[in-house]
């Protein structure tokens, strides 16, 4: 069957789903926007001072109680995290790819782990597949509210609603 997967991600949450047809479409309302798995990153829930020695970032004292600024990096290492995020998110792209026999994918992210998993799961992908991004951050949304934007946009078909 030829199935689109659908990646709604954000730097904390990885929802994956299936754009699956009725099994009766004369009965049913059809195409159904299905969750199949999401995954946490559970770096980015973290309260400061669990990721960090200092939670102020750039501020040291000397010795003599005087302050001086410095840069400790940490864009880069939450960077570092987002990316290592974005290496499991396309694991899972690519194996419900592979389960469902897709030849669509739409990547759904805020913009910068679009740009993460876009790095991440290209090399990856089979030549097959029809790959469509939009960068919006859709991740706290209900899987029907979902379809709708989605489809408003036209990067999914509407749902049919079966009126009996």
């Not at 195409?31 to 501020?59: C, F």
């Not at 302050?67 to 940490?74: C, V």
Request: include cysteine.
């Amino acid at each position: 069957m030829n199935q689109a997967v659908v990646a709604v991600l954000d730097g904390t949450r990885a929802r994956f789903f299936t754009l699956e047809t009725a099994e009766f479409p004369e009965y049913e309302s059809s195409p159904n926007l299905v969750e199949h798995q999401s995954l946490s990153n559970n770096v980015k829930e973290l309260a400061g001072k669990d990721l960090w020695a200092n939670t102020k970032t750039g501020r040291n004292r000397g010795s003599r109680s005087q302050g001086h600024r410095y840069d400790d990096h940490r864009q880069n290492h939450l960077s570092e995290f987002e990316r290592s995020f974005a290496k499991e998110v396309e694991t899972k792209i690519i194996n419900l790819i592979q389960e469902r026999d897709a030849r669509q994918l739409l990547l759904v992210a805020e913009p910068q782990m679009l740009g993460f998993i876009r790095d991440s799961l290209t090399p990856h992908l089979p030549k097959t597949i029809k790959v469509q991004e939009l960068a919006k951050d859709l991740c706290k949304l209900k899987p029907f509210d979902i379809h709708e934007y989605l489809a408003h946009k036209n990067l999914i078909p509407a749902r049919k609603v079966v009126t009996i």
